[in-house]
């Protein structure tokens, strides 16, 4: 599956998980949580996702915004997905 995330809508934690929660297309009981986002994508594989704009992510998340991208690149090692982070 391909997912395109928009680090210009990461805007703060609020605005990053509502994000995050329509193009993964999320259940309600989603927890807006580092873990409950590696719950939900880890076990999957053949993940397509690209991360545009990371540098947003960072700018207006700081050091949560590196741990969050820090999940896509652990993804990554996950067999068979494929993850681009485009700074």
Do not use: C
């Not at 809508?9 to 998980?17: H, V």
């Amino acid at each position: 599956m391909k997912y395109i995330l928009d680090g210009q809508k990461f805007t703060d934690k609020e605005a990053a998980y509502n994000h995050i929660k329509e193009v993964f297309d999320f259940p309600d009981y989603f927890g807006d949580n580092l873990d409950a986002l590696w719950d939900e994508l880890s076990f999957k594989e053949g993940l397509f996702i690209k991360v545009k704009n990371s540098r947003e992510i960072v700018k207006n998340l700081g050091d949560y915004g590196i741990k969050l991208l820090d999940i896509f690149g652990d993804l990554d090692k996950v067999e068979r997905n494929l993850i681009v982070i485009e700074w």
